[in-house]
């Protein structure tokens, strides 16, 4: 069985650029979540997709987007890096099944800092 | 009021000892509880869940649930060094495709050999 599996690992912009961070979901799983961790803190959630769309979004404004795919990896994209966006960006798949109460198990996440 | 809170830390206990971590809630709809483990550097990794009261116990992991009251706690028994990390509680108020995860900040665990 293949884990999450999430690139890069590492990434450095500037302010005002934009980013796009990969992730492909755990065998057997049809659901990608995004969260974002400060320095400190706990993982914030940006959104969810399951069966290619947007299911659920946190806090987060219209510049992070996302998109999955028909293989249930998914993709997120910041426009208009702030330097506040410097994070650790986690994504987590889970299998929206039946039983409702679907854990969710994390990528190595990507650590983007912002300049 | 923090939508999850965890006691404040850090938390040292000595190696063999129990460290018992807590976390309250705010949101009485919240159906699924999740304990996570990170290690400095690392990506969260899934403990343990519980969704109904009372307590769940694995190896030396055990998860107790108070609806009631909102709270949730994560008890570690025979502690090592190893167990050493920052310990995240998760809240889920939805179920199936509608799982979102609210966290606390997380308490940091420090066993001392």
């Known amino acids: 069985e293949t884990g999450v599996t999430q690139s890069p690992t590492h990434l450095i912009k500037t302010r005002g650029q934009q980013v796009t961070l990969r992730c492909s979901s755990q065998?057997?799983?049809?659901?990608v979540s995004w969260y974002q961790q400060a320095l400190g803190q706990g993982p914030q959630f940006i959104f969810q997709y399951y069966r290619e769309e947007e299911n659920g979004r946190g806090n987060f404004p219209p510049r992070f987007s996302g998109l999955q795919f028909p293989n249930y990896s998914s993709e997120l994209n910041v426009n208009a890096l702030e330097l506040d966006d410097s994070a650790l960006y986690l994504c987590?798949?889970?299998?929206?099944?039946?039983?409702?109460?679907?854990?969710?198990?994390f990528g190595p996440g990507t650590r983007l800092t912002v300049l | 009021q923090k939508e999850v809170e965890q006691n404040s830390g850090p938390l040292s206990v000595p190696e063999g000892a129990i460290a018992s971590l807590n976390c309250t809630y705010s949101?009485?709809?919240?159906?699924?509880f999740f304990w996570y483990r990170q290690y400095s550097g690392k990506s969260p990794e899934l403990i343990m869940f519980i969704y109904s009261n009372g307590d769940k116990e694995d190896g030396r992991f055990t998860a107790q649930l108070n609806k009631a009251s909102q709270y949730v706690s994560l008890l570690i028994r025979d502690s090592q060094p190893s167990d050493s990390a920052t310990y995240l509680c998760?809240?889920?108020?939805?179920?199936?495709?509608?799982?979102?995860?609210?966290f606390g900040k997380g308490i940091t665990l420090s066993v001392r050999p």
């Open positions: 065998s057997g799983h049809n659901t």
């Open positions: 987590a798949s889970s299998h929206a099944g039946a039983r409702g109460y679907n854990e969710q198990f």
């Open positions: 949101d009485r709809g919240s159906q699924s």
């Open positions: 998760a809240v889920n108020r939805g179920a199936g495709a509608n799982s979102k995860l609210t």
